[in-house]
């Protein structure tokens, strides 16, 4: 018994995404150089210390971020209310002051039960199982890719109120004088970039991602679904996958770390600057966009 003990607890050692300590020392106050800025991660599940120290790291940025996205898999299974309940209480602890947005992803929702749960528990703009809202010139437009019945897709009247070319969202954002730049957040990647890499993630990923380039001002889309960090340029287009926010990782390909991103806008959108920050608060990497 002794020894089946020791093997399970090594096992356990080396399990995907256990690796990775919670920093213990303060965290110093993450000045940022941008006009205004947004934080965005992924893939939480029950990651909860992990995710309660990404909230500490947000509540240290300074001036705070417009917002803060979490592009899906809030909980482990879809209708786990105990596990609804234990993220929003966690979130909770983000400042009122800076508003919480979140797309569906594929661990929280499978049904349309487990889809009024989602809903419920996440209080969206105007309780829009998809929608959009603006920032300074820049509309941001946040799509469900596991609709029920629809999962993988954005098809029907999702599509419809995505690609109208009159009363569409991106028709509507690209007409708008006002709106300078379009970024998109969904949970599927358009192009996976680690284990399922070459597989399809969204049905038609080549028609959308053309859509997207059709819009003039789609300058970045964003993912989670893959628990590691990447970042890509596809005709123009920029891409993130982040999927660092708590789930176990995929050590694999590289970028599995545990990670959030604050995307600082600069000169009226003419510059992004994406900065990715540890769980200690530090900068693993940058890069303009």
Not at 208 to 222: I, N
Request: aromatic share 12%; with cysteine.
């Amino acid at each position: 018994m002794k020894k089946i003990a020791v093997v399970l607890f090594l096992v356990f050692l080396i399990l995907p995404g256990c690796r990775e300590k919670i920093p213990g020392a303060e965290i110093s106050t993450i000045q940022d150089d941008a006009d205004w800025s947004f934080v965005l991660l992924g893939d939480i599940r029950t990651g909860y210390d992990v995710y309660r120290q990404h909230i500490k790291v947000i509540k240290h940025v300074a001036p705070p971020p417009s917002f803060v996205m979490i592009t899906g898999d809030l909980v482990s299974k879809p209708g786990k209310e105990d596990e609804w309940k234990e993220y929003r209480e966690i979130s909770s602890a983000i400042p009122e002051s800076i508003p919480l947005y979140v797309v569906a992803g594929n661990h929280d929702v499978n049904s349309r039960e487990t889809n009024d749960m989602y809903m419920a528990y996440t209080n969206m703009p105007g309780n829009k199982m998809y929608y959009s809202f603006t920032r300074r010139g820049v509309r941001f437009i946040c799509l469900h890719t596991e609709l029920p019945g629809e999962a993988g897709r954005i098809t029907g009247g999702q599509y419809r109120w995505l690609a109208d070319p009159v009363s569409g969202e991106l028709a509507k954002a690209q007409a708008d004088t006002s709106i300078e730049s379009i970024v998109i957040f969904m949970h599927r990647p358009l192009y996976p970039q680690g284990r399922y890499k070459g597989r399809k993630s969204i049905e038609n990923a080549d028609g959308l991602h053309a859509l997207f380039e059709s819009m003039g001002k789609v300058r970045l889309v964003v993912a989670g679904h893959e628990h590691q960090f990447f970042y890509f340029k596809k005709n123009g287009i920029h891409h993130i996958i982040s999927g660092g926010g708590g789930a176990p990782l995929y050590n694999e390909n590289g970028g599995d770390f545990y990670h959030l991103v604050k995307i600082g806008m600069y000169g009226k959108i003419k510059a992004m600057k994406a900065r990715v920050y540890g769980l200690d608060g530090k900068v693993i990497r940058e890069f303009e966009m």
